[in-house]
């Protein structure tokens, strides 16, 4: 099965690298370092002792305290991404510490050249990213795989079952596959993890780090449209989330006087597009790359940069975490929790959904079923100023009580390593 999958996959691979440059014509970066999408990099050996793979920019924020310990420890570590938000991710926060590249594509070819440059001495993947060829080959090449922090959302879970005959090898390929949660933990094992592989370590996102310094630059922001206006910020958002938002600010400038909406798109590619909706529907719009715009009557801002949202959520009095008002699955609720800003989310939550049931169970977080009632219960909490107190001091509990899950899951790879 997996001799189809893989030439199903070279037969797609020319429409990737298509893919690729339409998409590169929104953001540049999409056409940069495909190379090493290939494993076409400095063929001199570089040696690493840990190699992680986070996706995306949200598992690369929840790896972040992991590859921490990891560099206190001295060990030498690899970390692939796939998209350049991840990858830019890496960078500024990492730097030179560690090595960076794209993950290559799933296929045996590239993965040997990956293994035979990097040598890691163990494997870590984040969440839920089952590359079959990927996976197959650090068994061939003796090298411990570990998926982290492994999660399955409901929707994964059905459309992976169906499959579950096809999965089954590949889980088994694992040295162990530590769950979120409880119930993450029996999905993997109906798929077919054999039992002896699979714990429950918990979610790492617990453990999220507040930045020891912060940009001054978004402090000085504030200044500029107004020490003591009231902030919501509209984080991670996606399409048609933005609209929801902008259809309903009339109403919240209502309710709340001079309130100011941040808007943080997702992703780079629909800065300017959440920009032209915002200005075509008559509001007084700024860009965050463009501070000499903002002011005391700006009424939006579009944060279209990368690496600031923690010191936007620092400056915020509200926080609504997007991919929820859309059938995304939502994104991370802890950060603006770490900074002691109140959490709203809409419905659709199943990309976290034990970790918003623990925040709901516990008064900790507001969960809407549409926007009308987000507004509704911002608009209450900023009349009634002990709500606000009270939800943030239960969820800066939940999270207290939840931490330590990275110091387990360093103790389990340095059982390996040592």
């Known amino acids: 099965m997996r001799r189809l999958y893989t030439a199903l996959f070279y037969l797609i691979t ?60 001295q060990w030498r570590v690899l970390v692939t991404t796939m998209t350049p938000t991840g990858s ?34 163990l494997g870590i993947i984040m969440e839920t990213e089952l590359w079959p060829n990927a996976i197959y080959q650090a068994k061939r090449e003796n090298i411990p795989l570990f998926l982290l922090n492994a999660r399955l959302s409901d929707k994964a879970f059905k459309q992976y079952k169906k499959v579950a005959w096809m999965f089954k090898p590949v889980l088994n390929c694992f040295e162990a596959v530590f769950a979120q949660s409880e119930e993450d933990a029996r999905r993997f094992m109906a798929l ?13 996102k617990f453990d999220v780090e507040c930045p020891i310094a912060f940009n001054d630059e978004c402090a000085q922001l504030k200044e500029k449209w107004g020490q003591k206006r009231p902030v919501i910020i509209a984080a991670s958002t996606h399409d048609n ?56 009557n700006t009424e939006v801002v579009i944060v279209d940069s990368l690496g600031e949202l923690m010191d936007f959520y620092r400056v915020s009095d509200y926080a609504f975490v997007g991919g929820s008002l859309v059938p995304v699955g939502g994104h991370n609720v802890l950060e603006p929790i770490a900074l002691d800003v109140p959490v709203f989310c809409g419905p659709y939550i199943h990309n976290a959904k034990a970790l918003c049931k623990a925040l709901k169970d516990a008064d900790a977080i507001v969960i809407a079923n549409d926007i009308d009632e987000v507004v509704t219960a911002i608009s209450t909490m900023h009349e009634h100023t002990e709500q606000k107190s009270q939800q943030v001091t239960s969820a800066s509990l939940v999270l207290a009580v939840n931490r330590g899950t990275v110091k387990r899951y360093v103790e389990k790879i340095e059982a390996i390593l040592v």
């Open 14 to 73: 020319p429409f990737l690298v298509v893919r690729l440059l339409i998409k590169s014509r929104r953001l540049n970066a999409y056409r940069q370092r495909v190379s090493e999408r290939f494993s076409f990099v400095n063929s001199a050996p570089t040696p690493v002792d840990v190699w992680v793979h986070a996706t995306s920019l949200g598992e690369v924020v929840t790896a972040s305290p992991l590859i921490e310990a990891m560099l206190a420890l």
């Open 88 to 121: 830019q991710h890496v960078t500024k926060r990492f730097g030179a510490q560690v090595v960076h590249q794209y993950i290559p594509y799933d296929l045996p070819m590239l993965f040997r050249r990956f293994f035979k440059k990097y040598t890691p001495r």
């Open 192 to 204: 077919g993890a054999s039992t002896d592989k699979v714990d429950m370590l918990g979610n790492m």
């Open 241 to 296: 989330e933005e609209q929801q938002w902008l259809s309903h600010l009339r109403q919240l400038q209502t309710s709340i006087a001079k309130v100011m909406l941040l808007l943080v798109p997702r992703h780079p590619e629909r800065f300017n597009a959440v920009y032209e909706l915002s200005v075509g529907q008559g509001f007084n719009t700024a860009r965050r790359s463009q501070p000499l715009s903002i002011h005391e």
